[in-house]
């Protein structure tokens, strides 16, 4: 399974809404993403990422993979930080983002369970970060005009040079 790369189209279409008690091809598919995201290196990725319009993620931080179906911000802090973000569809640079602290992601599992994740610092970072994704939202499109003319800038420069 490939990951696509800025500007991929696919990448700017928002996904579509899954039910994971009638979509049998779910298991198969994040197995998928978790081999590609693993192998990458990365620790999340979004359907939208692999080219399937789904509103699915993975992650792994420390505690092992998720899969969340349907994920969605509820509540996000209005204390924000700024970070520097990389992303699989857009290797080999990194682009400062403000990012709340905390937040809260409501979704449900691949059993159709519904999750609630509390998250803070990294973790709510990545949630943030990968349901942007399902959305058509990439890192570069939360930058400052100069920094997104930066970062495309490096990236074209980095893509040359693989």
Not at 56 to 61: A, F, R, T
């Amino acid at each position: 399974m490939d990951i696509l790369v800025h500007p991929n189209p696919a990448l700017k279409q928002p996904a579509a809404l899954v039910d994971p008690a009638a979509d049998k091809e779910l298991a198969r598919l994040v197995r998928a993403m978790a081999q590609a995201m693993y192998d990458a290196p990365g620790v999340g990725l979004a359907a939208t990422q692999v080219g399937v319009q789904k509103r699915v993620i993975v992650l792994d931080i420390e505690d092992g993979l998720m899969a969340l179906c349907n994920p969605i911000i509820v509540e996000a802090s209005e204390e924000t930080d700024i970070d520097d973000e990389g992303c699989l569809s857009l290797p080999g640079i990194t682009v400062p983002v403000a990012r709340s602290l905390t937040c809260v992601c409501e979704a449900l599992d691949l059993e159709g369970a519904p999750v609630r994740l509390e998250a803070e610092g990294f973790f709510a970072r990545v949630l943030q970060h990968e349901t942007d994704h399902l959305d058509g939202v990439l890192i570069i499109d939360r930058a400052t005009p100069e920094e997104r003319r930066a970062a495309i800038r490096r990236y074209n420069e980095a893509a040359e040079e693989r």
